[in-house]
């Protein structure tokens, strides 16, 4: 992933975590997840709590490697809880009487939780993570709530380009075709859908335009009743659009583990 795609993702990881409990909810919830840069503003603030801003901080060149980027990312999250002149109740939680849900909840608690999402990303992604430094801010009045802010730092190493990661462990079998995806694809904020696309010859197809569709999927890696055609080049696509809004941004590239011949 490049800087804006892994702004994207951590945006999209937060959104979806939920809390350690059965039955847990979400922790953040609508628009209560935004990407700033800079030092953020209380104007800034969702105005929902609890709240988290991931920020865009600076990124340095790989000497080795031009199309490395190390970038560093703070994610700060921000608790408010009634009834507490003094703030502790937003560090450490307050009374609540669900506990599958945000309210009463402290900026640890949901730090925890912000901190569990960012691990989620491990690399296969297309993004190493590196969770740094905790800092808990000191309890302050905004728009007369008592808020406490804690905040996390992020090392990540991205690519220059987008990057867009491939399945793996591409199979056929019995008229199925299988792989490898579930996490690294389809738990992408901007995952679209598999295309199954095949070519006459030896050379895999270089993109999903370039050969024939057999198939897509978009909530499993697997496509039945399929049957393999001889003396063709099978390659699983995964593609990619940040937007959902019908239009094609990219896709993976066929790879070791993404292309079968037959």
């Given at each position: 992933?490049?800087?804006?795609?892994?702004?994207?993702?951590?945006?999209?990881?937060?959104?979806?975590?939920?809390?350690?409990?059965?039955?847990?909810?979400?922790v953040f919830?609508?628009?209560?997840?935004?990407?700033?840069?800079?030092?953020?503003?209380?104007?800034?603030?969702?105005?929902?709590?609890?709240?988290?801003?991931?920020?865009?901080?600076?990124?340095?060149?790989?000497?080795?490697?031009?199309?490395?980027?190390?970038?560093?990312?703070?994610?700060?999250?921000?608790?408010?809880?009634?009834?507490?002149?003094?703030?502790?109740?937003?560090?450490?939680?307050?009374?609540?009487?669900?506990?599958?849900?945000s309210?009463?909840?402290?900026?640890?608690?949901?730090?925890?939780?912000?901190?569990?999402?960012?691990?989620?990303?491990?690399?296969?992604?297309?993004?190493?993570?590196?969770?740094?430094?905790?800092?808990?801010?000191?309890?302050?009045?905004?728009?007369g709530?008592?808020?406490?802010?804690?905040?996390?730092?992020?090392?990540?190493v991205?690519?220059?380009?987008?990057?867009?990661?491939?399945?793996?462990?591409?199979?056929?079998?019995?008229?199925?075709?299988?792989?490898?995806?579930?996490?690294?694809?389809?738990?992408?904020?901007?995952?679209?859908?598999?295309?199954?696309v095949?070519?006459?010859g030896?050379?895999?197809?270089?993109?999903?335009?370039?050969?024939?569709?057999?198939?897509?999927?978009?909530g499993?890696?697997?496509?039945?009743?399929?049957?393999?055609?001889?003396?063709?080049?099978?390659?699983?696509?995964?593609?990619?659009?940040?937007?959902?809004?019908?239009?094609?941004?990219?896709?993976?590239?066929?790879?070791?583990?993404?292309?079968?011949?037959?």
């Amino acid at each position: 992933m490049n800087g804006a795609q892994l702004a994207q993702q951590l945006k999209f990881e937060l959104e979806t975590v939920v809390w350690n409990v059965p039955g847990g909810t979400v922790v953040f919830g609508d628009d209560a997840v935004r990407v700033v840069q800079g030092e953020p503003s209380e104007d800034q603030l969702p105005g929902v709590y609890p709240c988290a801003l991931v920020v865009i901080g600076s990124g340095n060149g790989d000497p080795w490697d031009s199309n490395i980027i190390n970038q560093s990312v703070t994610v700060i999250c921000v608790a408010a809880v009634a009834g507490d002149p003094m703030g502790e109740n937003a560090v450490i939680g307050g009374s609540t009487d669900d506990l599958t849900k945000s309210y009463g909840r402290g900026s640890s608690e949901i730090t925890e939780r912000a901190r569990y999402a960012v691990r989620n990303l491990t690399g296969a992604d297309g993004c190493s993570l590196l969770v740094g430094s905790v800092d808990v801010g000191t309890p302050k009045n905004i728009k007369g709530l008592q808020c406490v802010s804690e905040e996390f730092e992020v090392q990540a190493v991205c690519t220059s380009d987008a990057h867009y990661t491939a399945p793996v462990e591409f199979a056929y079998a019995g008229s199925t075709w299988t792989w490898i995806g579930a996490d690294m694809c389809r738990g992408r904020f901007d995952f679209v859908e598999y295309d199954l696309v095949w070519k006459t010859g030896a050379t895999a197809p270089t993109d999903p335009a370039d050969g024939t569709s057999a198939g897509t999927v978009s909530g499993a890696e697997t496509i039945t009743g399929v049957a393999a055609l001889a003396g063709k080049t099978y390659c699983i696509f995964a593609v990619y659009n940040s937007r959902k809004n019908g239009l094609f941004e990219g896709a993976s590239q066929p790879e070791d583990g993404s292309t079968l011949a037959t």
